[in-house]
């Protein structure tokens, strides 16, 4: 199975939050792409940066308990990152 998404060829901001009949709108995946594809999107985005959202769920996409996790997952690469950071640092010292 092909591990990439196929390339961003545009990007589209929609304006469901503001519409009062719907408060909202969640992710729905390409046609080319496969559910697998979230797991990039969960990833590192270079070094720093990290993605939470239910976009980014492959057991939760389009839900809240999807986001959720996604948030604690984030999260927790986050911590991770910092506390391997500061391991780094201090070897330095
Ligand atoms: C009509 C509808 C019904 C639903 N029903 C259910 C249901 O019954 N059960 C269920 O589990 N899920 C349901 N969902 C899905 C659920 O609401 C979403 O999956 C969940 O809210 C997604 O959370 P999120 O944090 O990923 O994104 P969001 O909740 O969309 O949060 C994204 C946030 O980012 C903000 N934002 C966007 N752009 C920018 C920017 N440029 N700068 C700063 N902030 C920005 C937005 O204002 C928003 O607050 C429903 C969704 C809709 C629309």
Known sequence: ???????????LGTQWGNDPN?????SSIAVDA????????????GTRLV??????SIDGPAT?????QSGERAAAQVLSDAEKS????????
């Open 34 to 45: 496969n559910p697998h594809h979230r797991e990039v999107l969960a990833g590192h985005i």
């Open 64 to 68: 809240l308990h999807g986001a959720y």
């Open 86 to 93: 500061s391991t780094t640092e201090r070897s330095y010292c």
């Open 1 to 11: 199975m092909d591990s990439s998404p196929p390339p961003c060829t545009g990007v």
């Open 51 to 56: 993605f939470a959202g239910e976009a980014t």
């Open 22 to 26: 719907f408060r909202g709108a969640y």
